[in-house]
């Protein structure tokens, strides 16, 4: 809810606004400037939109409060009168009660989504998202370019090839651009003796059978393939390929040859002129330079082919690498992965915001000694089939993911000193960074169609949906743009939400491009929801309860049945194993085969790797299959996570440290180091990617045994400040680490991760947000304090 404070007097006074210094500036300098509005034009947006919608998100936040306290009241006076929670025939009592107070809300019937002017990679492509956090503009910037990548460094860079003996003391290299710390690198690196030739030969051999699979010849095998070019019939090209035994062969299905560039051309026994020096044994006289594109399930492979690179001359094919269509969106994150607390944060991600809109986003960086300068990738030119010139697109689509309804901010105040929702800030800001790429006056284009992508998180319910349709019309109005030139991403991360999602679409078809099932907070609502229900089930046993697959089945479901094909994206979560890149294919396969149109990924690489199965899997297909099946049941959807039976003291005793050390690991760096989402290793040293998500559902789990007696406050206590020399070990090496060890009592963020738990109970939807950003602020000044 919105505080109250006295503006500083180095506030400046926008109108009937106080605004922090620093975002005046970025408004003035960054937001406004080739828009057509002035910086005071916006903040009397702003102060508007403030007067007529902040009553509203008060209204729906006093309402999260009124329902929680219903729920637990329930739970209560259920246990009291020696009910079972966990017992079947509580569930139709339950569900009944939640009809009563408001919760579950009248099913209306079916619903068609209706929105407009969505670029194909949303509405008609099956294909990898990532999320970024947008505080970072090296990072950003890997992610827009993560549209294309190379499958081979994917491949070799990690665990999807096994290791060799040879490789034991490898230092990366040869040719392919390993990332480091998920970062993408635009270029590749020259070779250097730590490149494995036995590592090497088996993703050439991977890459042979994935085009088997999804582009198979006519005769013979990819493995067999000496040289490939365009061949000319009628007014036309299909590819044609010469095999080891010399015979000749096609694509079995032609038409996924879609066009090429370069130097590439028959074998002089078929017509080449000039015959060159063999590269090797078996090889064609005449060394190829050029690019062969494929298109498959909508996505497109180019076939790097260089007889003269170092990787090319160890395949038989020449080819060198093959880029894969990989991302075709991303999220631009202002929340989850962002640990952005007051105004000078802000700016910087509003900076970024604005610089991808416009494509003006550079990054400067130190490679080898030498300063270089990261921007976004240029489009992709070929010739197709009838020898037309065609563009293909370098980038992804940027979506915007803003603030939920419950932060408010004091980077503006309003004349009676009460803060501002920062969901408001945040909107204004996204389309006033958007207008130049509507109006085509950016260096680059991202919607192709005219639309403002934004994401919106935390939201309970229709009514809250509509909220936020509310703000995005006004913003339309304000800045003269089309209706629903807004589109809205939900995500469907909050039990009210699940249970009530046909209405939450409803109140935005016209508008609503995406549908998420951000499973991570969604778990982490439900223990805050089902708190006083009882002891929950550990972390590790949570995707194995009814009510997940109910909630993963229904969103598909209903998105189907709702009308999503052709209109926008049904998603799935992150993949939390960034260097676990085997165990991702062999499981995130899975998100296609449950009608997803687009899953999370942790990094450009893992974009490259994921789009394999979106080859493997005919998602258009597979959703019409799907639409067959009875829907999911509210019931299963409503049956909270209990605990059947309570684990020894044992396994409470290794959730308790599990959890403990994730918690640590995870707010030292956020509230120290301003690090928004991390890899953190976990007791056996195996990196996750922990986000404020993660963070929600182990200190709720926590908060939750602790209120049912599972484990003391001082068993807490006591395991914490152990973890916490884990944890400081864990950093050891990281020179900006400051131990929380040393100082347990004084330690601000030793201080807040262990509040996370003890108030979790409290802590309104069980949200981390308000600790954190009070202890990093804290932090913060500390920091000042001592310079």
Known sequence: MASVTAAPEWYVAAGALKVHPALVKVVEETVCPGTGFSPDYFWSCLEQLTLELRPEVEACLKRRDELQAQIDAFYERSRAAGADPTAPEMRPQCRSFLKEIGYLEEDRGPVSVTTQFVDPEIAEIPAPQLVVPSDNARYVLNAINARWGSLFDALYGFDVVPSTAVQAGAVGGAGFDLEASGASKPEPTPPSSGYNPVRGEAVIEFANGLLDEIAPLAAGKWSEVKRLWPKSVGNTQQLELLLQDDTTTSLKKPSLFVGSVGSLGPPSSQGASVPVRSGGANRPLLPDKGRIFLKHNGLHLVLEVDREDPIGKTSLSGIKDITVESALTAILD?????????????????????????????????????????????????????????????????????????????????????????????????????????????????????????????????????????????AEEFFGLRRNTIKMGIMDEERRTSANLRECIRAAAERVFFINTGFLDRTGDEIHTCMLAGPVVQKADMKKQKWIKAYEDANVDIGLFSGFQGKGQIGKGMWAKPDSMKAMLEAKIAEPMAGASTAWVPSPSAAALHSIHYHRVDVTTRQMQLAMRPPAKVESLLEPPLLQELPDKQAIEHELRENAQSILGYVVRWVDLGVGCSKVPDLSNVGLMEDRATLRISSQLLANWLHHGLVSEGEIRSVFAEMAKVVDQQNARDKAYRPMSTNLDTNIAYQAALKLVLDGKRAPNGYTEFTLHDARRKAKAAFVSRL
């Open 334 to 474: 202002m929340e989850d992965s962002v640990a952005a607390v007051d105004a000078e944060d802000k700016v910087r991600v509003y900076g970024n915001i604005c610089g991808v809109m416009r494509g003006t986003l550079q990054a400067p960086f130190v490679k080898d000694g030498q300063t270089l300068t990261r921007r976004a990738r240029s489009d992709i030119w070929m010739r197709d089939t009838k020898g037309d010139a065609r563009s293909l697109p370098g980038r992804v689509v940027a979506l915007v993911r803003n603030v939920g309804h419950h932060m408010f901010t004091d980077m503006v105040l309003t004349s009676d000193g009460r803060t501002v929702p920062e969901g408001f800030v945040d909107c204004l800001v996204t389309v006033g960074a958007a207008l130049q790429d509507l109006r085509g006056t950016g260096r680059f284009v991202n919607s192709r169609m005219g639309s403002v992508y934004i994401v919106k998180p935390k939201m309970h319910g229709p009514r809250e949906v509509a909220l936020t349709c509310s703000i995005f019309g006004r």
